[in-house]
């Protein structure tokens, strides 16, 4: 301990140089001398005659980067200048450089994209709409980060979606449902008046990776977020996000009508409802002239919905599309539903309910359908809904929390999973059909709380990274997004960037491995979800139950959803489902999602399934070791107060790794009445021991309301 | 927003050197190039030749803070050496220095003691105890810190109090009764294996300040912070604070041999209880060999204690300080206790039910004592506890956490208060009768959490401060507190460091007028007791009511606790009593906490009562707003990132300030039936109007076991 506080002190003077607070906006001045210089001259002033809102902080940001990365000041100037700068404007508002454009032939750039490029000595930036100029600002800093030749800058881009979304599942009262970096950041007690800088900074990480709105409160909802002062502190943080291209949405309760204006129902389809909510909206746009729409969780998980007026989930999100539609909003009305019913497959409930409403929404309505079936667990298939709603706007939703993936201890690299879900492919028999070309857009369910670095584990920044990028350009490889995510954030050397790659790269199957191998899903502890409950039996729901997810036997383990059982495959595409159906064909890695087979079941590689199993769970726990390596080998090239909290997470982690296994397999074995595999250690202790283990304030606090 | 974005832009490359998280410990470099100099040729190096952990933590503290404020490196050495240096180390271990100590007469030093001067072009500090070392470097940074010359460093301190301890009331959940700074610092979850940098930066600020020992846990304690799992937990923060002479000291539930330990009962006499404590504690010190001792709070507030087995208080601390005498750990018992009963005044019963214990409770019992007799109200009398414990060591529990003084938005400079309570005469006709005379000891509750700058509001940090410099000593004039806290705070520039001391000099006055004037007291709103709530009246126990502490009736207003009323002055020595038994020499601030008087009760000042109730609340709002004025001023003297936090914050205070006003000349007026007089403006709205605000999420969460 003396050690660590000496060394604390010694770096003292720095004090939060190396905090993580900066994420991946360090703009360390750039250590090769003649790729500055080089830089600089073609940077020696910014020019930008705009004067939007969004435009200005473009080039400040610009101007704040540079100066860091160069170690000077750049001359912000208008008019004409001597030597080379940087030129930052709409195309229509530079017209020196139409010629250039016109044989570039670069086409529209919508109101996100941009042309950025080095041309006879002087960069441009070029835009058709002003959000274009801000993502195209970052673009370069981060070209510059990573210490790119001007020569090869020449890039065009527009985002592949409309929609980029971060969904916030926090309470009013301050904390997070499943957040595991603290509390939350908005202190929705001190707003409108108290304006935390790390609102702003908040918005710029999201601007820089091309993110471009959040969705600030729980999809658990409460009304009271739409009662006037609360209105006021949210279009207190709109104003903070909208220099930024960032817009504000919120959570809607369905049953707002009743809670807040005193009406005796909620029906969709009742008069004063609808007026209610037009009338609501307007009060919400008077204060939000660019509120971005609302997210409504109904009749899932005892949340209000329009099931209770035995409307359908289309009329109760087009009450709210209805109301929205003038002012230019959306409603994301999340396919995560299911019912309270004992038997059946909760696997197929979503799509069984939406189906048949598709072609019934709203055009400003966008189903929001989890990547999985069931519930964002370390590995699931697509669910069967990104194939099966042709007539609906879809929204895929990830999770960047890690509510069921390590939660706030555990190194993975989540930019794997993204990448798996988005190059997904439903229609193996024709193209266009991979998930990414399914959908309009993306929501991920944000990692980030009050931890001085955002997001606790220093690696869960790369997750909001790679969900910003992937949102941005989904068929960019997760390697990639590894290698810039590591350079920005640990510096530009090759020493550092391959091992923080290899890591990442390592970190989700790792996981996948020593929580849930070759298709296990669910059997988390209750509640919290907080390490492994495999034996699980006794909730009130079935479907709560990790028990009812595997129903291992002496003889079998995995649920049945071929024809056999549940059938839940025929919700797939043939092309698909024909794969998934038989077990010799089926991906080890998704066998027991849709199999029950018996432990001595000879899988390809020769193992049976259970000797499989084991060698799965040690394989999870040897990955975890050799990332312990891999960082370790970087102490003396990364700061100590990252490199210390990176080590400490992976202690926990390795720890953890190695008490899922020894839970698992003990209970499995105990269950198969099978020892053991040979090769994989015994469970260190019985498996008493591991059912008795409780952690009544694991984090991520459930909603009060 | 946009220029509130962009000045953080400019501000970006210094990131977070103005978040406030530094506190008073800025070490900017000093400016004054010749006083730096001089500095410098007596600091040359370094000299410790012990190897004690905190002697190594005060060499530390020096050589870093050295290095900042002189702008270099500051060598270490041992051995003999050139030129003039700094000599530090125990008085045994400095044989050179004898002659002198012995010419200079220096008495024993304690353990915690220190002289520290400027000897023959050396500086010298010197201690008999490890601690003594630490205390006296921090002090010596302290006043290198406000530019003291050399020639003028001459101190021999010892600290009044043996204990001076910060009280946490943070939960293992993570959330904070009564804290509006955020959560609560301590991840339980993640400890022992995560230590966060932020428990270090705690412990060195608390010594830097002289405190001295940490209850880490909420007196509304759970059990479960003894269960094996959690004490390892502890055992980790305790190793931190370890180094810088801060001792870990827990809450303990009394019920934990139930809850914990499955006994029948918890009774205080019975064997298998008294067994099961003992062994619990050794547990604790196998892993805590320092551990300091626990806190209790019993049968208050549905807490669990030894009456349920018809035990009295003294019986149930003794059982704790039983199992923890051997090891050298204390019991704080808390004398805040108060019965369920619907009659009687809540006054009297804390006396009541202790004075009768008086010379039954061991040697290591210490009676914890809130200031007043209620509850941490804006100005309350001081407990007549303190002068009625003549054979029990007592020590002085005051707030530092705000939950009745504007929590974490005002600006109130609590040494103001402390020093009215430490400095009250209980006996005012003969010496020895100041509060701060009879106490071994002063506990704070925190307000410190997961804010960046640990307290919220700004200015709370001088809160912590304060607390920690009058527990060492307790005769400081709250005004040289303020002053040192605006100096180390904001610099050493006379143009900053007196309109700060101004505004925290006026703060506290300012928020008793607009809270409680005239000796008003326990009228906030229900709960949170966020805001005012005077009307209140329909809660279970009639002492949980407003209405109770003020009964406002169209003729009269007050408590009487005179003879005539429920006598509480009784409790009080007779020649304090005296003066306040009789309205007219009643000091005005407390007049209605012991008087009920007619609302047209002529005051020494020509006013009604009634006049000058709203002619405080006046004086209160006007008082902030030259709070505001005053702060305003300078704005260009403080760096742009505090300067906006402290100015919203105060924004809201004047805003807030009004409510207060507002709704309490409301509502006093409706009761008496008679106008606002003039001069002070009617209330914005209707009675009705501040009635019906509700904050259902007003920060300061309560426990949930």
Redesign the interface.
Known sequence: ??R???L???T??A??AD?G??LWLR?DRIANGELRDEYRRAASFIRYDGQG?VG??AR??L??GL??LLGEEVAQVSGENAGHGIYLGLRTALPRFARYLQDKAVAALGDEGYHLTYHDGDLLLIADGERGLLYGAFHLLRLLQQETPLSELNVTERPAYDYRILNHWDN????VERGYA??SIWN???LP???D??Y??YARANASVGINGAVVTNVNANA?VFRDDYLDKAAALA??F???GLKLYLTARFSAPLELGGLPTADPLDPAVIAWWQHKVEEIYARIPDFGGVVVKANSERQPGPREYGRTHAEGANLLADALAPHGGIVMWRAFVYTDRKDGDRFREAYDEFTPLDGQFRDNVLLQIKNGPIDFQPREPVSPLFAAMPQTPLLLELQITKEYLGQ??HLVGLASMYEEVLTTDLRPDRPGGQVHESIRGVAGVSNIG?A?NWTGNLFGQADWYAFGRLSWQPTTPAREVFREWAALTFGNFPAVVEPVTQILERSYPACVNYMTPLGLHHIMATGHHYGPGPWVDDLERADWNPYYYHQATADSVGFDRTRTGSNALEQYPLSFARQYADPETCPSQFLLWFHRLPWDFPLADGNTLWQEMAVRYQRGVDTVDEMQTLWAGLENQIDP?RFDQVS??L??QA?EARWWRDACLAYFSAVSERDIPEGVPRPVRDLEHYRELD?????G?RPRW
Chains 1, 2 share one sequence.
């Open positions: 301990m003396l660590f506080i000496l604390f002190l010694l003292a003077s004090l939060h905090d607070y900066r703009y809102e200005m902080t400040g940001e101007e704040a100066r860091d009013l009262d301050g904390t603290g509390f929705w007690h001190q008046e108290v304006i800088r790390r702003v900074d009271l104003d903070v909208r220099p930024y706030g201890t009050t001085r107060e400490q997470h202690a926990v720890r952690y009544p304030y694991a984090p606090i």
